[in-house]
């Protein structure tokens, strides 16, 4: 990610052009990117990295396609209320958006908000060289709907272990492959006279949710039955819950409880935690030598196996097709023309965010951005991690985020891992009844 | 009796204006003013009512339904909306009685002439301009245990082992109102030297030439003397203390768990975030009405005194 310099950055771009046997759009023969040519568009994106690259991108858009599109970017947590009121209410205001199926999906595919894509895909409307089997399978599946093709992922965000190699050098220890092997790795790491934490995650109760779900994951547990119910109860919850409570009480910075990610990374930046797990994003911290006291002592590994094995989570933001829009054809051709291979490597020397297509993931322009390691973990993770893991696909997500935040909470604080994930399961079939 | 009222009537009689001939420029002059708060205000109340009685989804995918007063008996059985509430009264209870004392005694200090008051005044206003949520983030850091400043301070005083402030659920709220007390105290200082420079010179002369003491001359003059002022400083931290959000929300974003979550903060979390339109218009009526309670009390109070 952003472990760049700008040189460097500016310098990968060239060998973008030159390294990478990707034909620019306006170049695939025979694929008309003209026919929708006149047409206005409206697409509602929230602020991100890539709609801001994407912004800058709609000239170049205008030229090759001769679509014009008024480019909408508002806060996400406007877009979550302003977007649901124009596609309900004004049918054809919308004609693309920005979705995070992991927060959106539930809600909107019940509300028929997204159009179907797989029509569009498997037809002439689709460059042959756009090529969808170029998308990690995994995740393609993070924008699937029953199977079928809702949006179209950008990047590629997993959770990983980072540990601090000079730490695990002292003790003579190497990175976990297991809980166990964390537990025990932790509970040597952990200093408290030196003011250092064995291993630190997330303790706020609604965010830590999604650092919390590869352990629920790993003992072979899931947030939802086949039939939608919640299974926080199950005994494998519990022991990942438990587990969850048992390594940050025993190893974790004093003030876990409540603890959110922006207190939690600068502990293992400025080596005050020996090991950390999060999204593979704060990699971008942990290598910026002017805040971080870690640059070459960062190592990253694949999260840990359980008794049901490694299994991140998989999320990522997209751009979708209103099913309100009477535009439908125009917008897939936009959506395509701004995640064509060629602009997703140009995505990424902008952005820096893991790409989502394995050309451009297996690429020099990625790999050499990055600390190998990160690539090693990353790439064991993506097949086995759950596509929208970070927390249950539901309609009401912030509200079973805190009802299950409270149950993280209460394990932190020291309460039975039983009882609170029993209080978290009723409390969520309550909120899902109504 | 009757007499008087006969001597009166003719007088009062006499225009025999009919009413709507009278002079209605008052109401003229104030009718614009008038219409703009009806606008402003009164539309959005009304309408707030409005939604507080129907079951309200911006998501939804049903309509608006009426459910009557079915939103606020929820409420009641609500356990974290009557805890954010008992809480909010702690946090707003515990922000006064340390607001309104030590801005009280910035005052008194700030009265007195020495060298470099000016500066200290200037100096005073700087935590009340700079923005809660970028202060609440770097009092986030100073508090951290193992990369802030404040634990080390403690240190210093041969406190070892000081509370772990934002994420302990018994020393949350404490801690937040002393960052809310960092911040505002000063206003309540600089509305209580403003009513101190505006106190007569008289009383406090013919006090000490009658030979009261500095104690007696501050509870019997300048108190009650300063008492509309205070009451004033009151009325406004009490306003803001029953709405606090923005501290709250970004130091510990209502937790742990729900130990800090004010009825602010609730209210804009089942409205925005839990999509509960018509229970979040129904929570911010409590609130509008409990603010509203408040002030009402206190200027009932300050007319007393």
Request: aromatic share 10%.
């Amino acid at each position: 990610m952003a472990t760049l310099t700008r040189r460097e950055a500016l310098g990968l771009i060239g060998l973008a052009g030159a390294g990478l046997a990707v034909p620019r759009p306006a170049a695939a023969a025979a694929f008309d990117w003209k026919r929708f040519s006149g047409t206005e568009l409206h697409f509602m994106v929230s602020v991100h990295p890539w709609t801001a690259w994407a912004q800058k991108q709609l000239p170049a858009l205008a030229d090759a396609t001769g679509i014009k599109i008024n480019w909408e970017i508002i806060y996400e947590d406007q877009l979550r209320q302003k977007l649901p009121l124009l596609l309900r209410s004004d049918p054809g205001a919308i004609d693309g958006f920005f979705t995070l199926p992991s927060w959106d999906m539930a809600a909107f595919s019940r509300a028929g908000w997204y159009e179907p894509l797989d029509k569009y895909i498997h037809s002439d409307l689709t460059a042959p060289d756009w090529d969808l089997a170029d998308y990690f399978p995994n995740i393609l599946k993070i924008h699937q709907v029953k199977g079928e093709q809702i949006g179209i992922p950008i990047t590629t965000e997993l959770q990983t272990l980072f540990y601090n190699k000079a730490m695990l050098r002292e003790k003579q220890l190497d990175p976990p492959k297991t809980l166990d092997a964390l537990m025990a790795a932790a509970k040597a790491l952990n200093n408290p006279k030196a003011n250092i934490a064995g291993f630190v995650t997330r303790g706020d109760g609604v965010q830590a949710v999604y650092t919390l779900a590869p352990f629920i994951f790993a003992y072979g547990g899931r947030w939802l039955d086949d039939k939608g119910n919640p299974e926080l109860s199950s005994p494998a919850a519990v022991d990942g819950l438990r587990y969850y409570g048992e390594i940050l009480r025993a190893a974790g910075p004093p003030n876990i409880v409540g603890m959110q990610w922006k207190t939690s990374y600068p502990l293992f930046q400025q080596a005050h935690a020996a090991m950390f797990s999060d999204a593979t994003n704060f990699i971008t911290f942990f290598k910026d030598p002017d805040q971080s006291r870690i640059v070459d002592d960062v190592g990253v590994a694949a999260l840990p196996a359980g008794p049901g094995g490694t299994h991140s989570t998989l999320i990522s933001w997209g751009p979708a097709i209103a099913a309100s829009s009477k535009k439908k054809e125009a917008t897939w051709t936009a959506i395509q023309y701004l995640t064509t291979k060629a602009m997703a490597a140009s995505a990424l020397a902008a952005t820096h965010n893991p790409p989502a297509r394995q050309s451009v993931y297996n690429s020099d322009l990625y790999t050499k951005s990055v600390p190998a390691d990160l690539v090693a973990a990353t790439k064991a993770e993506i097949d086995s991690a759950v596509p929208n893991g970070a927390n249950p696909i539901v309609v009401p997500v912030p509200e079973v985020r805190a009802a299950i935040g409270s149950a993280i909470v209460a394990v932190l604080q020291g309460k039975d891992a039983r009882q609170a994930a029993e209080a978290a399961q009723q409390e969520v079939v309550k909120i899902l009844a109504g | 009796m009757s007499g008087v009222v006969a001597l009166v009537r003719p007088v009062e009689a006499a225009p025999r204006r009919r009413p709507w001939r009278r002079d209605w420029t008052p109401e003229l002059l104030l009718a614009p003013a008038l219409v703009a708060i009806a606008a402003v205000m009164g539309f959005p109340l009304a309408y707030l009512c409005y939604m507080s009685l129907h079951k309200w989804s911006l998501i939804g995918f049903a309509a608006p339904a009426f459910v009557g007063t079915g939103n606020f008996t929820a409420l009641f059985g609500d356990e974290r909306f009557t805890n954010s509430l008992w809480r909010t009264f702690y946090f707003t209870a515990l922000g006064l009685a340390t607001n309104l004392p030590a801005g009280l005694g910035i005052a008194l200090l700030l009265n007195r002439a020495f060298f470099g008051r000016g500066l200290l005044r200037a100096l005073l206003i700087f935590p009340m301009v700079a923005t809660p949520v970028a202060m609440g983030l770097v009092w986030v850091v100073m508090l951290d245990p193992s990369l802030g400043v404040v634990r080390y301070l403690f240190g210093l005083v041969g406190v070892a082992d000081p509370p772990l402030w934002l994420s302990d659920t018994d020393w949350v709220i404490p801690t937040l109102v002393f960052v809310d007390a960092w911040m505002w105290t000063p206003m309540v200082a600089l509305i209580c030297s403003a009513g101190l420079a505006a106190l007569p010179v008289e009383p406090f002369e013919a006090a000490t030439v009658d030979g009261a003491s500095a104690w007696q001359r501050f509870r019997y003059l300048t108190l009650p003397l300063l008492m509309p002022m205070l009451l004033v400083a009151a009325m406004l931290r009490l306003m803001d203390l029953l709405k606090v959000i923005d501290i709250v929300y970004v130091m510990t974003g209502g937790g742990p768990g729900h130990a800090s979550e004010t009825i602010n903060l609730y209210n804009y979390l089942v409205a925005l975030s839990y999509d509960k339109i018509g229970y979040g218009a129904a929570v911010a009526l409590v609130l509008f009405a409990l603010v509203l309670a408040g002030t009402l009390g206190l200027i009932r109070l300050r007319r007393a005194a």
